[in-house]
């Protein structure tokens, strides 16, 4: 009798057991808005990084949700005359990290960087154009700046080159000198969810060699970039020319 009250008393815990193993699940949630960002300035990345930070005093930038985060200054300097076409090079760009760590005056090649903060599905062009140079005598009727080289980057997309195109696809561009027909340097591919740049930075480093890594010296020219004088341009000796280059950044496309 003792027997049975025991086993009966086992298989009593043995269900009580079973019947704890039992689950059931429920869901939560996780909510977060975004709002419109109050930053329109900024920081200049250095191309192709997500985010080493530098600073440049070598051109100029804008403000804007969508803006101009760089655009550069082009330093042809000082040129012996010859008749008939000549061309030369920019000096690099001179920037600085802003990491006290990496101090001096570091040098790459021209670069403009487009930052896209709007929130919103919405594409962009650049476009630029120059007066002509002159100087306090006279001007260089037909010289101009030719983009000869490219290399697109961007702080998210690996393949940028799929969302934004350089020099309305062609291989060159020269900086036009009219400004009701203005030179587009870059553009999105359309105003569609996948040929914007909203939220990144995107760079375009007229040089097609650029590589981030590598050391360039100060005095260093960059090949990607030419001053075109032509046959019909007579420069004054001892004269300093020069021409005022306009970037327009537009929103859509």
Same mark, same amino acid.
């Given at each position: 009798m003792?027997?049975?009250?025991?086993?009966?008393?086992?298989?009593?815990?043995?269900?009580?057991?079973?019947?704890?193993?039992?689950?059931?699940?429920?869901?939560?949630e996780g909510v977060?808005n975004?709002k419109?960002?109050t930053?329109?300035?900024g920081?200049?990345?250095?191309?192709?990084?997500?985010?080493?930070?530098?600073t440049s005093? @070598? /051109?100029q930038?804008?403000?804007?949700l969508?803006?101009l985060?760089?655009?550069?200054?082009?330093n042809f300097l000082?040129?012996e005359?010859?008749?008939?076409p000549?061309?030369?090079?920019?000096k690099?760009?001179?920037?600085q990290?802003?990491?006290?760590?990496?101090?001096g005056d570091?040098?790459?090649?021209q &670069?403009?960087q487009?930052?896209d903060?709007?929130?919103?599905?919405e /594409?962009?062009t650049?476009?630029?154009?120059?007066?002509? &140079?002159?100087?306090?005598?006279?001007?260089?009727e037909f010289?101009?700046?030719? &983009?000869?080289?490219?290399?697109?980057f961007?702080?998210?997309y690996?393949?940028?080159s799929?969302?934004?195109s350089? &020099?309305a696809?062609?291989?060159?561009?020269?900086?036009?000198l009219?400004p009701a027909?203005?030179?587009?340097?870059?553009?999105?591919?359309?105003?569609a @969810?996948a040929?914007?740049?909203n /939220?990144?930075?995107t760079?375009?480093?007229?040089?097609?060699?650029?590589?981030?890594?590598?050391?360039?010296?100060?005095? @260093?020219l960059?090949?990607g970039?030419k001053?075109?004088?032509?046959?019909k341009d007579?420069?004054?000796?001892?004269?300093q020319y020069k021409?005022?280059?306009?970037?327009?950044?537009?929103?859509g496309?």
């Amino acid at each position: 009798m003792k027997k049975g009250l025991l086993l009966a008393g086992l298989s009593i815990c043995a269900a009580t057991i079973l019947g704890v193993t039992q689950a059931e699940a429920t869901n939560t949630e996780g909510v977060i808005n975004f709002k419109t960002s109050t930053d329109q300035t900024g920081e200049l990345i250095k191309p192709d990084t997500e985010d080493e930070v530098i600073t440049s005093e @070598d /051109g100029q930038s804008s403000t804007g949700l969508l803006r101009l985060q760089f655009v550069p200054n082009f330093n042809f300097l000082e040129q012996e005359i010859k008749v008939g076409p000549a061309t030369y090079n920019p000096k690099m760009t001179t920037y600085q990290y802003a990491d006290v760590a990496k101090p001096g005056d570091q040098a790459m090649p021209q &670069f403009v960087q487009v930052t896209d903060s709007r929130g919103l599905n919405e /594409g962009w062009t650049l476009d630029v154009h120059a007066s002509e &140079f002159a100087s306090a005598t006279n001007s260089l009727e037909f010289a101009q700046i030719e &983009f000869v080289q490219g290399k697109l980057f961007n702080t998210v997309y690996d393949n940028i080159s799929n969302r934004v195109s350089a &020099f309305a696809g062609e291989a060159t561009a020269k900086v036009s000198l009219d400004p009701a027909a203005k030179t587009r340097v870059l553009a999105t591919k359309d105003n569609a @969810d996948a040929s914007t740049t909203n /939220g990144s930075q995107t760079s375009l480093v007229f040089n097609s060699g650029y590589d981030k890594e590598q050391s360039y010296g100060l005095t @260093d020219l960059n090949p990607g970039v030419k001053f075109i004088k032509t046959n019909k341009d007579i420069p004054v000796a001892g004269e300093q020319y020069k021409s005022t280059i306009t970037w327009t950044l537009t929103a859509g496309v």
